[in-house]
């Protein structure tokens, strides 16, 4: 039997931060889960995905370290339609978080934009534009 892809795990400095963030992007996680050092929550369709605090990670990896500058993995949000690729964005940026790239219309024919967690790790926003 072949591994099957079930998790995507990301380190997070604040969990309650990290966690503020992607329940605005309309993930189901309680607000207990905040002081929580490690949190999972499963998405439609099986695959999971989990936050864990630094001191988690080092508590069985003592030599860890974050990445260096920049991102290496980013996350992606289907949005329902451009305007609310627009609205997301627009949302998200108003409550403080990083807008790295605002919404445009790319050339392989999605409204895109890219935000930034409290970690500093890339969510894009993307839907379909019209033909």
Request: hydrophobic letters at 55%; glycine letters at 18%; charged letters at 10%.
């Given at each position: 039997?072949?591994?099957t892809f079930n998790l995507i795990g990301l380190?997070?400095?604040d969990m309650g931060a990290a966690l503020a963030f992607y329940r605005r992007l309309g993930l189901d996680v309680p607000a207990e889960a905040d002081s929580e050092p490690h949190?999972?929550?499963?998405?439609?369709?099986?695959?999971r995905i989990a936050w864990d605090t630094v001191d988690t990670i080092r508590s069985f990896d003592p030599g860890w370290t974050p990445p260096?500058?920049?991102t290496r993995?980013?996350?992606a949000f289907a949005c329902a339609d451009p305007a609310e690729v627009d609205r997301v964005y627009d949302d998200l940026v108003k409550?403080?978080?990083?807008?790295h790239k605002e919404p445009?219309?790319?050339?392989?024919g999605q409204r895109?934009?890219?935000?930034h967690d409290p970690d500093g790790n890339g969510v894009d926003l993307f839907a379909p534009l019209p033909s």
């Open positions: 039997m072949a591994p380190v997070v400095a949190v999972e929550a499963t998405l439609p369709g099986g695959l260096g500058e920049g993995v980013s996350l409550a403080g978080y990083d807008g445009w219309n790319a050339f392989w895109y934009a890219i935000v």
